[in-house]
């Protein structure tokens, strides 16, 4: 479709998560002209897409954007529709502009700025904030296209409770928190089996009655910067089992396997050569990051994003949001505000870089 409305504003944000309207609260702060663009129709998006009995693996305490504490006691781990509830009410008590069912299709540089382009309308800006989430395009291994229709097969974006699955055996795949909490839900009503690629390491959620974040925050190194020795320790091992363990999923009867390596018919092959026949598979198998449509110089050849701490070189480009942006806590509800105040303060040092000389002498 031919886009008829072009629309000014001096900064435009990508995406309406956390990480959107957490800037959106800065930004409104500095009483700058701005807008966030969402893609879904509803607020939250990203969390109502996730299963119905989703708790947080961070603390109520370690929840809550700038401004507004999460709601309840700080100690108890909200459940997903919490969220969501707290991030549609975080939207409206600060009044900030989101704008529902906006996609931005591309960004591309023009003039002093940037052009992004909708279905319907384009947008005009000298800055642009990528707030896309971390998690976007649903990954599923090649070897799925291999298993029969007659075995029921979804992402875990498209697991909801029990009941989204058929009777009968089903293999969760996936070592994360996401594989290992479905397979222990699964578990309760049926024969359950969860294939784990690479093991990852189990922390305990409580430690001596204590959040594992408590700790965390208190050492500082939910703080450690990607640049850091020891954040770079971190990263490597970053991901990490809150709550789930192989020795707690076999209590509930699960039975585990190596990498799912292969696929015919209704059976599936592991690592170690055996295999097994199933009736459902649940791929929990993560997600890819896609930043095709951004039509600026500013990715390596992974498709990576190159930013130091979410400011790339294209001037007035920002990232937010991303997984190790600049800490462990970057890609987290109850940290994401650390990043968000920087770019702002980057977005309100860009409109007041003086002129180059040039250009303020011609206009003396
Ligand atoms: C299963 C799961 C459990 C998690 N649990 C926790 C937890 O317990 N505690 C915690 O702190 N963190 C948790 N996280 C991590 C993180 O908090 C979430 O992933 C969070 O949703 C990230 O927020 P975001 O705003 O960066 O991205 P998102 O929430 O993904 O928001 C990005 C938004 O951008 C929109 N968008 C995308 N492309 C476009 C486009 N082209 N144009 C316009 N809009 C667009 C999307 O519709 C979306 O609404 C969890 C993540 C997952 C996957």
Redesign the pocket.
Known sequence: MTSTITKHHDVVV????????ALGYFLAQQGRDFTI????GEP????RE?WDS?A???SAR??ALPGLAFPGAPNRYPTRDEVADYLTDYARRFELPVELG????SIHRAGHGYVLELDDRTYEAEQVVV??????EPFVPPIAERLDEGVVQMH?TGYRSPESVPDGRVLVVGGG??GFQIAEELSASREVHLAIGSRQTPLPQRILGRDLFWYLDATGLIRKTTASRVGKLMRKREDTLIGSSPRRARRHGIELHGRAVGATGSTVTFADGADLDVRGVIWATGFRVDHS?IDVPVFDENGRAVHDRGVTASPGLYF??QLWQHTRGS????W?KDDAAYIAERVGAFRSRPLPTEIAGAKR
Do not use: I, K
């Not at 990508?14 to 309207?21: F, K």
């Not at 939250?44 to 969390?47: D, Q, S, V």
């Open positions: 990508v995406g309406g998560g956390q990480a959107g309207l663009l969402e893609a879904a939250a998006a990203a969390w996730r989703l947080l693996f961070t370690y929840d906006s996609r931005v299709r707030a896309t989430g971390p998690f976007q875990s928190n996401t449509w937010l949001g890609a987290l509800l109850g994401v």
